[in-house]
């Protein structure tokens, strides 16, 4: 049992939220375990983005937010006055819906994260810059326009350039936010494969509309619904033999 | 049913019985009324040209371009613009040292710290700023600025050129503060996010993403400012005073391009004169300034766009 513990990067603990006083989610119980892809899927409005972002508290500059409940990053309630929201953020990234580069260089965006955090050494940026970018699958890409503007890329070589950002800090965690609803299939199917292949090195937590992706590259799925935590499984069973009535008119496409 | 039908007939009718007339004369109107300031604009610059064109007639470029500053000397008044120049470049150079720091940085806690309530406080009363009228901050600039700086600067005189610039500088805040808010504001949330992700502060994304993703619109505000400060006349007309000498000393009083035209159309040229024809040289090449200035705006505001 206590290795099982070992192998739990999140363990999240009667988690509410509320907009102001609308309640966006009720009393939340799962765990995210390590180097597995949890896929979190649910109708429009059902609180996934909203938990997913409460992960590394970006949810909170949305100033009328409100949570109880803890979330255990390795053992450590992430809303504790002792976490620095900052230092969370390096070891829990994120990529959003839309691809979201700076305006800056292919170079500079792959660097911000390294240089804000201080580091300055220029054989151990490159060396960061590379890896990364070969990570996210991009680097054959962009190798001899690392200086080109973010914004001539396509948006699914944005995408990986973003992910690359990401994995430029060294997380452990990577949270998704609906990564491939801005891309055309083919860049999707590329983004899908990065996934499979970060899943040896990262904890992924993915918030997708689409079912048959979440069948595709998810070990456990969790469904929400109107806040709720419906069922959270081994993406088979979830999506071959649900516990819950509405996670099967869910999955089985009568709603939603 | 029944209802639907009826509906659909009335429109027909309405269609067809609508006269076709107002919707082809309207647009015409319309560009008619937007004609008006382009005309006005050659208007005045066919008129400055012209009346500049006797001047150049009876001065040289050479004596323009000089520092001999004397148009009220009876025997031989000399028209040169150099005093006029330092003054206007000089006092304009000084707002801007007082507007851009302190324009930029409440630009940027309006735009990226500053709570909604905040923001909703601030902003009519910077506008505010904005609408004293110029003899005011003129006013305000001989009588009550210049006595403070006395103090700290025994040597000032009465009318100088430093007042007024701290004056022109404060009254432009506003302006540099608003536009370059918009232009932060403009910055889309998504590209906060993903500094945030990264585990930047809030000071790391408002620098190192936001303000050089706003950069464009930033430049522009400045460049618009100066301008501002360039055309501005009643400040500099009260408390920097009318000497035409060549000085470079910002404690002593000097007359600027604008501060010139004040003095001249406010009795002293008799129409037809030499120095008559010298306002609209000197109104002239105040165009041609600001002029140079809003290309410089827009330029730098579409070369330095990046693009997102």
Not at chain 1, 22 to 51: H, R, Y
Request: aromatic fraction near 8%; charged fraction near 20%; glycine fraction near 6%.
């Amino acid at each position: 049992m206590t290795n099982y513990e070992n192998k739990v990067v999140y363990d999240v603990r009667d988690l509410n939220l509320w907009y102001g006083n609308d309640q966006a989610l009720k009393n939340i119980n799962l765990k995210i375990n390590k180097n597995e892809v949890t896929a979190i899927i649910g109708p429009s409005g059902c609180g996934k983005s909203t938990f997913i972002k409460t992960l590394n508290r970006m949810i909170e500059n949305i100033p009328s937010v409100r949570t109880t409940g803890q979330i255990l990053y390795h053992g450590l309630n992430i809303f504790d006055k002792s976490i620095k929201v900052e230092e969370l953020r390096t070891r829990v990234g994120m990529v959003f819906q839309k691809p979201n580069p700076f305006p800056k260089s292919i170079y500079e965006n792959v660097l911000y994260g390294p240089k804000i955090h201080g580091i300055k050494d220029k054989n151990v940026l490159q060396e960061v810059l590379e890896t990364s970018l070969k990570s996210a699958a991009l680097w054959d890409e962009v190798k001899d326009r690392l200086h080109d503007n973010a914004y001539g890329l396509s948006g699914g070589q944005q995408q990986r350039l973003c992910i690359a950002r990401c994995l430029a800090v060294q997380p452990d965690v990577i949270l998704m936010d609906e990564p491939t609803s801005a891309l055309d299939p083919i860049a999707t199917a590329k983004i899908e494969e990065l996934i499979d292949s970060l899943k040896s090195d990262y904890s992924i937590s993915i918030v997708t509309h689409s079912m048959q992706q979440a069948g595709r590259i998810s070990d456990k799925t969790a469904f929400f619904l109107m806040g709720d935590l419906i069922e959270f499984d081994q993406t088979e069973v979830i999506f071959s033999n649900p516990r819950d009535k509405r996670t099967e008119d869910y999955i089985t496409g009568r709603f939603g | 049913m029944e209802k639907d039908m009826n509906v659909r007939s009335l429109i027909r009718d309405n269609i067809s019985k609508r006269k076709n007339s107002i919707d082809k004369l309207m647009p015409k109107f319309f560009f008619l009324m937007a004609s008006v300031s382009i005309i006005t604009t050659i208007g005045i610059v066919m008129t400055l040209i012209t009346d500049a064109i006797k001047f150049f007639e009876k001065v040289s470029f050479a004596q323009f371009f000089s520092a001999d500053l004397a148009p009220l000397n009876a025997n031989n008044p000399t028209f040169g613009i150099l005093p006029l120049i330092t003054g206007t470049v000089l006092s304009s150079l000084i707002a801007m040292m007082v507007a851009i720091p302190v324009g930029l940085t409440a630009a940027m806690y309006l735009s990226e710290f500053a709570t909604e309530g905040t923001r909703r406080v601030i902003k009519p009363i910077m506008e505010v700023l904005a609408g004293i009228p110029t003899i005011v901050y003129g006013f305000f600039a001989y009588s009550f600025v210049t006595p403070l700086l006395m103090e700290l600067i025994p040597s000032l005189e009465a009318k100088n050129v430093l007042s007024p610039g701290i004056v022109m500088g404060i009254m432009i805040i506003p302006m540099v503060a608003s536009l370059s808010e918009d232009a932060m504001n403009a910055v889309p949330n998504a590209m906060r996010e993903g500094a945030y992700g990264l585990g930047s502060t809030k000071l790391e994304v408002t620098i190192k993403v936001v303000l050089p993703a706003a950069i464009s619109g930033i430049m522009a505000s400045f460049v618009l400012a100066i301008s501002r400060a360039i055309g501005e006349t009643m400040i500099v007309a009260i408390a920097s005073g009318s000497s035409k000498n060549l000085t470079f000393d910002i404690t002593k009083s000097m007359q600027t391009m604008t501060g010139y035209i004040v003095e001249f159309t406010s009795g002293d040229a008799g129409s037809g004169t030499t120095g008559y024809y010298s306002l609209y040289a000197v109104g002239l090449l105040l165009f041609i300034f600001t002029l140079v200035m809003n290309l410089i705006a827009q330029y730098i505001s579409r070369k330095y766009r990046e693009e997102y």
